[in-house]
């Protein structure tokens, strides 16, 4: 699987262990959904900066936890990348909203960073949480990589 993983801004730190824990869902999504060989890209950033993207984007004027740009639903054919594979989309995650819901939910930052990884990998591959059976199904879908990651609440 091809994984861009970038900053945003550029000289936000970012742990290595974070980085890692994106990677790993990412790519255990990819082998769970026969996406081994899709391209994704994720931006790792602040609370402004996705603030910005969710208003601009989805007209909602706060910041979010994860927003996902899924190229599938376009009106384009299969977006097919450089090497041959599926451009499955965007993910951008806010590290400051992600560490919030953390301290929040009394879990580590390591889950929630996985949780939401998952969580937008998921919309990437179509699935949503608009209607009630849908959230149901994708909820099933997340504790299905989360205990396949070995992560639990």
Same mark, same amino acid.
């Given at each position: 699987? *091809?994984? #861009? /993983? ?9 742990? %290595?262990?974070? +980085?890692?824990?994106? !990677?790993? $869902? ?49 009106? *384009?054919? #299969? /977006? ?9 989309? %965007?993910?951008? +995650?806010?590290?400051? !909203?992600? $560490? ?54």
């Amino acid at each position: 699987m *091809e994984i #861009e /993983i970038r900053r945003e801004p550029e000289d936000l730190p970012v742990p %290595d262990s974070d +980085i890692a824990a994106v !990677r790993r $869902a990412v790519e255990t999504v990819g082998r769970l959904y026969g996406a081994e060989d899709a391209e994704v890209s994720v931006t790792l950033t602040d609370d402004a900066h996705v603030h910005v993207l969710n208003r601009e984007y989805r007209n909602v004027d706060r910041p979010t936890d994860v927003l996902s740009f899924a190229l599938a639903e376009s009106e *384009e054919p #299969e /977006i097919i990348g450089a090497d041959g594979g599926v451009v499955l989309g %965007d993910l951008v +995650i806010s590290l400051e !909203r992600a $560490a919030a819901q953390a301290e929040e939910y009394g879990h580590s930052m390591l889950r929630e960073l996985s949780f939401l990884t998952v969580h937008g990998m998921l919309h990437l591959l179509g699935y949503d949480h608009m209607e009630e059976e849908e959230r149901l199904e994708m909820e099933e879908e997340q504790r299905r990589v989360m205990e396949e990651l070995g992560i639990q609440r």
